[in-house]
């Protein structure tokens, strides 16, 4: 029992503004339920293998698949770090995460790119060298907390990445990339927002592009925040085949650590 997540009233309150109204026959305690979910997507369980303090497994799984259709995660997520006000520093990096054999389905196109039959779920899993893979593109602030979020296939570059964020990035004074997001099209989109780029240029780069050295060792903080989100077993290897469930136990573990937590 001691080993079991329970989420406080304090940390309920945050969050309860965000969950959908309840219709009909009242839902069962959002607190139990909700920590119940927590705890498997943390452990890395089968939904049947959830405690029983919890409550039934079905019902913990089904309000994770209903809310996750609904968004209603991401939006915590999202209202979460919007509370924390204007970042001075942002810093920006892809992962791989291993899809489980279980996410993977021969029937459903592996990539958002081919054409997909009626009633078909994108599964955002793409061919790697490493096997079957999916991406995380994320972007956090001076403090190593994540403020934006998006799922590619495994194959996305870096900097393809980029730009389905770019547009989402929130004011700040600098953003701290490697080499990997050295472009021009992507300097000059940090420009137009009023952001520094503080970017080492690529080897390969005929005209040298100077970069603050010092202020470009913090990068390791957005490292970090992979390093906290894998600690999550079902973020490290992803076993949900539909996309946005899939999202939304990163968008829940991101929210637990970094906003609820502190």
């Known amino acids: 029992m001691n080993d079991h997540f329970w989420l406080s009233d304090e940390q309920l309150k945050r969050i309860d503004p965000y969950f959908p109204l309840s219709h009909g026959v009242p839902r069962m305690d959002d607190q139990r339920v909700i920590s119940g979910i927590i705890h498997v997507l943390k452990c ?35 209202g979460l770090a919007a509370d924390q006000g204007v970042p001075d520093q942002l810093q920006i990096d892809a992962t791989h995460l291993k899809a489980h054999r279980t996410a993977a389905s021969l029937s459903i196109s592996l990539t958002s790119f081919e054409e997909t039959k009626k009633g078909d779920v994108p599964r955002r899993i793409g061919r790697t060298k490493g096997g079957l893979k999916s991406k995380l593109h994320a972007v956090c602030d001076g403090q190593g907390r994540p403020v934006v979020l998006l799922l590619s296939e495994g194959q996305m570059s870096d900097y393809k990445g980029a730009s389905m964020i770019v547009d989402a990035l929130p004011p ?15 300097r000059d989109a940090l420009r137009e927002k009023g952001i520094k780029a503080c970017i080492p240029a690529k ?57 609820l937590n502190q």
């Open 44 to 78: 890395g369980l089968q939904w049947r293998d959830a405690p029983k303090e919890y409550g039934p497994h079905k019902t913990l799984y089904n309000r994770f698949v209903r809310w996750s259709k609904m968004g209603v995660f991401d939006k915590i997520f999202a």
């Open 172 to 186: 700040a004074k600098w953003l701290l990339a490697d080499r990997g997001y050295d472009a021009d099209w992507f």
């Open 203 to 259: 080897k390969n780069r005929k005209q040298k592009i100077k970069f603050n050295g010092k202020l470009y060792k913090q990068r390791h903080k957005v490292e970090n925040m992979f390093g906290k989100l894998k600690d999550w077993r079902r973020v490290a290897t992803r076993y949900d085949r539909c996309a946005h469930t899939f999202f939304s136990t990163i968008c829940i573990a991101a929210s637990v650590i970094f906003y």
